[in-house]
Nanobody, 117 residues
C-alpha cells in the first residue's frame, strides 16, 4: 500500500522556523512535493523535488524561505522566517509516473498543521 506520513507541524511565532518531514512508502517516486491549504482557501503547491536528480521547483511565496530536500524515501520541507500567512495544513504528495511543476501528484498524506502567530 502507498503511504505518505507527515510530521513536524507545530505552532511557532512569526520569524521562526520549522522542518516538516514525510515518509513515503509503497511506490517508486518520480517526484515529491509539499502543498498547503489554509482555512477557506484552495490547496496550493509549495515546492517540488525530482527524486532522480534533486532538481527543485518552488512557488513564488516559498522561494528564498523554504527548502525542499529528499533522502531516499524521506522528504523534508525546511521553512524559515515564517509568517502568519504561512498558517495552513501542509501535505506531502508523491508522483510515480508523471510530474510537471505541481501537476501529476496522485499520492497524498493526511497533512500536518502549521500555525504561525
Amino acid at each position: 500500500d502507498v503511504q505518505l506520513v507527515e510530521s513536524g507541524g507545530d505552532s511557532v511565532q512569526a520569524g521562526g522556523s520549522l522542518r516538516l518531514s514525510c515518509v513515503a512508502s509503497g511506490y517508486s517516486s518520480l517526484c515529491m512535493a509539499w502543498y498547503r491549504q489554509a482555512p477557506g482557501k484552495e490547496r496550493e503547491g509549495v515546492a517540488v523535488i525530482y527524486s532522480k536528480d534533486g532538481t527543485t521547483y518552488y512557488a513564488n511565496f516559498a522561494r528564498g524561505r523554504f527548502t525542499i530536500s529528499q533522502d531516499k524515501n524521506l522528504v523534508y520541507l525546511q521553512m524559515n522566517n515564517l509568517k502568519p500567512e504561512d498558517t495552513a495544513t501542509y501535505y506531502c504528495a508523491g508522483a510515480e509516473l508523471y510530474c510537471s511543476g505541481f501537476q501529476g501528484f496522485g499520492y497524498w498524506g493526511q497533512g500536518t498543521q502549521v500555525t504561525v502567530s
